[in-house]
């Protein structure tokens, strides 16, 4: 079982930075393909990015590639999603997930294993 804690969120102005770490509980968490969502006020929860167990593979949303960047440090259990450039559109909860245990990547809400609660980033004008 992975349990998910986040941490990094807050208020930032736009054009800013902020990094985004997600502590995993489990012994085996890198056999997990992890991923990062996103929901803004009003909205459907989106994929935002998602980086694979085995080689490190990276995935984005088209509407943060070349801006984040997502990373995990498997000795520490802990996956990192760096923004940079931040827009007021970027204004979301953003929440890390787990995906089933040696899977490929997957993008699907439906289908992630474990969900971390939310951290709320604020992006002013």
């Known amino acids: 079982q992975v349990q998910l804690v986040k941490s990094g969120g807050g208020v930032v102005q736009a054009g800013g930075s902020l990094r985004l770490s997600c502590a995993a509980s489990a012994r085996f968490f890198s056999s997990y393909p992890m991923d990062w969502f996103r929901q803004a006020p009003g909205k459907e929860r989106e994929f935002v990015a998602a980086i694979s167990w085995n080689d490190g593979s990276q995935y984005y949303a088209d509407s943060v590639k070349g801006r984040f960047t997502i990373s995990r440090d498997n000795a520490e259990n802990t996956m990192y999603l760096q923004m940079n450039n931040l827009k007021p559109d970027d204004t979301a909860v953003y929440y890390c997930?787990?995906?089933?245990?040696?899977?490929?990547?997957?993008?699907?809400?439906?289908?992630?294993?474990?969900w971390g609660k939310g951290t709320l980033v604020t992006v002013s004008s």
């Open positions: 997930a787990a995906g089933p245990r040696f899977s490929a990547v997957v993008t699907d809400t439906g289908r992630m294993h474990t």
